[in-house]
């Protein structure tokens, strides 16, 4: 594949040229170079993702609040075939079909259970949002501050800032953090020794979580550091081990 086959539409930050903190479009950036699969980044601020997804024919991933529809990042745009597709899990359900010459994501017959799997284990990793969102608009262009600040805070009903807990609230949702990776932990652990789910073999799930995880870091910046260090002494190093796993493919 000497070509760039796919055009991959990610979210402009105050980090580009290196990826920003979006969980979801890392995860496809991450799988894109786990597989070796050639791609260009068209960059987007957040006001521009819904007239460029509707242009190119993208299709929305969900509603909004006011029901209006909701055209989200990560996209791709496969020259080779001429799809077009949005949501992360099923671009990367399309990448190992498409490309089976390939590292896969999903070996064997292990989609459903890798998807299910995934769907676990994020939910317990969103106990870090409250933690972390604060620090994602310091990352962001002004332009797309606006627009960001506007739709998150609108559906809270205040600003992210206020989510944060402090003193006694956030040592409990300190506890509360390390009981789900916890968890999460437990899971992975129950496959071996290995760093991954499936042992010394990193598939979907390992770039999911390791991508998130990569997006955590890039959000919490320098001045969200301490958090990091603390999140990274939990469970044996469970969780830097898996960005930094993911880290070389995060790029
Ligand atoms: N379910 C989607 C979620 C993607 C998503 O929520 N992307 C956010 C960035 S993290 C987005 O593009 N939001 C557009 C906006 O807020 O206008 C996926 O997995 O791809």
Same mark, same amino acid.
């Given at each position: 594949?000497?070509?760039?086959?796919?055009?991959?539409?990610?979210?402009?930050?105050?980090?580009?040229?290196?990826?920003?903190?979006?969980?979801? /479009?890392?995860?496809?950036?991450?799988?894109?170079?786990?597989?070796?699969?050639?791609? /260009?980044?068209?960059?987007?601020?957040y006001?521009?993702?819904e007239?460029?997804?509707?242009?190119?024919g993208?299709?929305? /991933?969900?509603?909004r609040?006011?029901?209006?529809?909701?055209?989200?990042?990560p996209?791709?745009?496969?020259?080779?075939?001429?799809?077009?597709?949005?949501?992360s899990?099923?671009?990367?359900?399309?990448l190992?079909?498409?490309y089976?010459?390939?590292?896969?994501?999903?070996?064997?017959?292990t989609?459903?259970?890798?998807? &299910?799997?995934?769907?676990?284990?994020?939910?317990r990793?969103?106990?870090?949002?409250?933690? &972390?969102?604060?620090?994602i608009?310091?990352?962001?262009?002004?332009?797309?501050?606006?627009?960001?600040?506007?739709t998150?805070?609108?559906?809270?009903?205040?600003?992210?800032?206020?989510?944060?807990?402090?003193?006694?609230?956030?040592?409990?949702?300190?506890?509360?953090?390390?009981?789900s990776l916890?968890?999460v932990?437990?899971?992975?652990?129950?496959?071996?020794?290995?760093?991954?789910?499936?042992?010394?073999?990193?598939?979907?799930?390992?770039?999911s979580?390791?991508?998130?995880?990569?997006g955590?870091?890039?959000?919490?910046?320098?001045k969200?550091?301490?958090?990091w260090?603390?999140?990274?002494?939990?469970?044996?190093?469970?969780w830097?081990?898996?960005?930094? &796993?993911?880290e070389?493919?995060?790029?």
């Open positions: 594949m000497s070509q760039k086959l796919i055009t991959f539409y990610d979210i402009t930050t105050k980090a580009k040229p290196n990826p920003g903190p979006s969980p979801f /479009t890392a995860k496809v950036r991450c799988a894109l170079n786990f597989k070796g699969i050639k791609f /260009t980044t068209v960059w987007l601020e006001p521009e993702i007239a460029e997804c509707k242009r190119i993208a299709p929305p /991933t969900g509603k609040p006011d029901g209006s529809l909701l055209y989200t990042l996209v791709i745009q496969d020259l080779s075939t001429g799809v077009v597709m949005s949501e899990n099923v671009i990367l359900e399309y190992d079909k498409t089976p010459d390939t590292p896969k994501l999903f070996p064997g017959n989609l459903g259970i890798q998807l &299910a799997f995934d769907a676990a284990a994020q939910t990793l969103l106990d870090i949002l409250p933690l &972390a969102i604060a620090y608009p310091a990352g962001l262009n002004p332009v797309a501050e606006a627009h960001w600040r506007s998150r805070e609108r559906q809270l009903g205040k600003r992210v800032e206020e989510l944060e807990p402090k003193g006694e609230a956030r040592v409990a949702a300190l506890q509360k953090i390390q009981a916890g968890e932990d437990g899971w992975i652990s129950k496959s071996g020794e290995g760093k991954f789910i499936m042992g010394d073999e990193m598939t979907f799930v390992d770039i979580l390791g991508a998130a995880l990569c955590v870091r890039v959000a919490l910046g320098d969200g550091a301490a958090f260090e603390e999140i990274s002494g939990w469970h044996s190093g469970r830097e081990q898996l960005r930094k &796993a993911c070389p493919y995060h790029k």
